[in-house]
């Protein structure tokens, strides 16, 4: 089946700990994004990339980081410099970054700090 | 700033009934209006997008939804709703910045009751 997968569905950080959130498509997709989903607030864009080894800062791009080594992978890494990381995540990616094109999402990972 | 507006936190509606599901958007330019559905820790999936031409568009799962470009709208609409149309409901719009990324609104969450 052609998808986006996250893993993994739960994850639980230590404070001060490095995370890494996967991401993986099998759509051929160019552009990837992360989302960060808090209640009553919809999503907000963290990074995204338009192509292999290029990716750009979103609105809330502090404390995270990214890379994109291969087309069907965009891991984000949520650092201990992340003040508050609790949240869903939720990975998109779409064919090309053309405005009528719908995202497609994964299933989302739920970080919880403890 | 580019965004949408979903004014009602939450909608309740009977099964059977019609429901409607609010946004407002305001941007520059022609948009690119999206609908998405999201069940409980889990990811988004598309219902329907308008890009163009005719202001009803048509989507998944008996969902339509209705473009006026005068009131800046774009309303989520279903004849006879559903008790597993219970969700939260986004309404989002492309921009042309961070590679067409996708703004949301809040949010709105359809209580279908039998």
Redesign the interface.
């Known amino acids: 089946d052609g998808g986006?997968t996250?893993s993994p569905?739960y994850l639980f950080r230590k404070e001060g700990q490095n995370v890494t959130l996967s991401c993986e498509q099998n759509l051929n997709h160019d552009?990837m994004?992360w989302y960060r989903q808090d209640p009553?607030?919809?999503?907000r864009?963290i990074y995204?990339?338009?192509i292999v080894n290029d990716f750009?800062k979103?609105?809330i791009a502090e404390g995270y980081s990214v890379s994109r080594e291969k087309k069907e992978s965009f891991p984000l890494t949520v650092t201990s410099a992340q003040k508050n990381p609790t949240a869903?995540y939720?990975c998109?990616s779409?064919i090309v970054?053309?405005?009528?094109t719908?995202?497609?999402?994964?299933?989302?990972t739920?970080l919880t700090v403890v | 700033a580019q965004s949408v507006a979903q004014p009602e936190d939450q909608v309740n509606v009977a099964e059977g009934n019609p429901l409607t599901v609010k946004c407002t958007y305001s941007v520059s330019g022609n948009p690119y209006l999206f609908w998405y559905v999201q069940y409980p820790n889990r990811g988004l999936q598309f219902l329907l997008k308008y890009i163009t031409g005719d202001n009803l568009v048509k989507g998944s799962y008996g969902f339509e939804a209705e473009f006026n470009k005068s009131q800046t709208s774009f309303h989520l609409k279903k004849p006879s709703a559903l008790v597993s149309d219970s969700a939260l409901y986004f309404c989002a719009v492309r921009v042309r910045e961070y590679g067409n990324k996708l703004v949301f609104g809040a949010g709105t969450i359809l209580r279908v009751k039998s």
Do not use: H, M, P, W
């Open positions: 986006i996250q569905k552009a994004y009553g607030q919809g999503l864009l995204y990339s338009q750009q979103g609105d869903f939720l998109a779409s970054t053309v405005g009528n719908e995202a497609f999402f994964g299933q989302g739920r």
